[in-house]
């Protein structure tokens, strides 16, 4: 079977049409409210241990917006797997680069608090104020 | 398996390879958010969003963090549905609603660049630019021009994928309304820019909650 641009034109109709366009834009609009509320509420929360919690919080509706918009606004998600496959499976290098440079930047900066004899107290300098309108940092 | 004759993954060349890039785009912006989320973690403090990003058009001296940025939020997502809404005209080859929600999306795009550019104007005015921090970290202490660097360098990069998805809408609008995909027999070309548009409003997804809420 010849496969023409015209007839791939009519196979990608899969998918739930105009319902599921709208039914996605509610869920993102959704998903940015509360995030937005949770940014809100993080404002006032001091306690370290909560305030990680907030973040990871966010960070699971941040990718549950990639992943609305990536499968159902891009598609992939109506795609061959195959096709799927090739998109996703690079993407999980991420998990390693993610834990690999953060853990790194964090030791990073244990280490040089723990043996950079000044860094620890230079950190804890006050930034000088400025007069409004004249911010001469260069 | 595949056993030739057919396309392996349904999709034409140029739709796929769009894929790939925007892929290998992830990787970009993936290795920008890592490196700034790197040097984050390997700072002992850093300023705090709600304190840099307070102000709006008009707003004066007014502390309302996060009410601007939330309407760009807003702004990308509905210029991305209006985008979905173009290519799902274009499925039933209906030339004008495929032009009508293609203007809605450049004027979405443009809504967007603009606040952006007030954004950087605003933050520039209060001497914010890359090498310039004025700007200090949540305790008072003195902050590293790390903060800004990593903001202006990853919201421009992201701004200018805006400003190219526009270009690109822009070339489809005049297609479309020259009745090139009309005469071609398919709107295939609106779902390639479609994808592309797609990827800037999910890498702002990543950018708005990396830089603004966390």
């Known amino acids: ?138 | 398996m595949w056993k030739g004759g057919r396309s392996p993954f349904n999709v034409e060349y140029g739709k796929l390879m769009m894929w790939y890039f925007l892929m290998s785009d992830a990787f970009t912006f993936g290795a920008f958010l890592i490196a700034y989320g790197t040097t984050r973690f390997a700072t002992n403090g850093w300023p705090n969003p709600n304190e840099v990003f307070r102000s709006y058009p008009l707003g004066g001296n007014v502390h309302a963090p996060l009410i601007f940025v939330s309407l760009m939020t807003f702004i990308l997502i509905i210029s991305s549905v209006t985008m979905v809404l173009a290519v799902h005209e274009g499925h039933s080859m209906n030339r004008k609603g495929v032009a009508k929600y293609l203007v809605l999306t450049i004027l979405g795009g443009l809504a967007f660049l603009s606040c952006q550019a007030w954004e950087w104007t605003h933050l520039h005015n209060e001497g914010a630019w890359w090498g310039r921090n004025p700007f200090p970290n949540s305790d008072g202490s003195i902050s590293t021009t790390n903060f800004t660097n990593f903001f202006f360098t990853i919201t421009g990069f992201h701004g200018f994928h805006v400003f190219s998805g526009v270009l690109i809408n822009i070339i489809m609008l005049i297609m479309v309304l020259r009745g090139t995909f009309d005469r071609r027999g398919h709107y295939l070309m609106i779902e390639k820019a479609g994808l592309y548009w797609h990827f800037v409003d999910l890498v702002w997804v990543f950018v708005f909650t990396c830089f603004y809420l966390i």
Do not use: C
């Not at chain 1, 995030?35 to 966010?58: P, Q, T, Y």
């Open chain 1, 1 to 138: 079977m010849d496969h023409t641009l015209e007839s791939l034109a009519a196979e990608q109709h899969a998918g739930g049409g105009k319902k599921e366009i709208w039914r996605v834009t509610i869920i993102l609009s959704v998903f940015t409210i509360i995030e937005l509320a949770l940014g809100f509420l993080l404002m006032s929360v001091v306690n370290d241990l909560a305030r990680h919690f907030i973040k990871g919080v966010i960070i699971i509706f941040m990718l549950a917006k990639a992943f609305y918009i990536v499968g159902y606004f891009m598609h992939l998600k109506h795609e061959i797997r195959n096709l799927i496959m090739t998109i996703v499976v690079p993407l999980f290098l991420f998990v390693w680069f993610i834990i690999a440079f953060l853990s790194d930047g964090n030791s990073f900066k244990n280490n040089k608090n723990e043996w950079d004899r000044n860094h620890k107290e230079r950190s804890k300098e006050p930034m000088p104020k400025h007069e409004e309108g004249t911010h001469t940092l260069e």
